[in-house]
């Protein structure tokens, strides 16, 4: 069974950091292209950061340079580095196996003064 747990999200300031990770069970992360999604209050969900099977990364134009996709592959999980953060950062944040359709519950990020 494909199951994606996430976690790492809180409340930061302006300029802040976050780490989130997503650890899959039920498949290898590093045999399939990863993906992180965010849905800001109001908004449809975005894709913000994929890695694919061979590490090859991909970013919305929104986040490059502040945000940063990685995995490991014995911990089977894939990590989301969210650096400068920005108000409009604020999401709930999730991991995503296309493959497999299969999201995460999602990991709010909040980002206020």
């Known amino acids: 069974q494909v199951q994606l747990v996430e976690s790492g999200g809180g409340l930061v300031q302006p300029g802040g950091s976050l780490r989130l990770s997503c650890t899959a069970s039920g498949f290898t992360v590093s045999s399939r292209t990863m993906r992180w999604c965010r849905q800001a209050p109001g908004s449809g969900r975005e894709v913000v950061a994929s890695i694919n099977s061979t590490g090859g990364t991909y970013y919305a134009d929104s986040v490059k340079g502040r945000f940063t996709i990685s995995r490991d592959n014995i911990k089977n999980t894939v990590y989301l580095q969210i650096n400068s953060l920005q108000l409009e950062d604020t999401a709930v944040y999730y991991c995503?196996?296309?493959?497999?359709?299969?999201w995460g519950q999602g990991t709010l990020v909040t980002v206020s003064a």
């Open positions: 995503n196996a296309p493959a497999f359709d299969a």
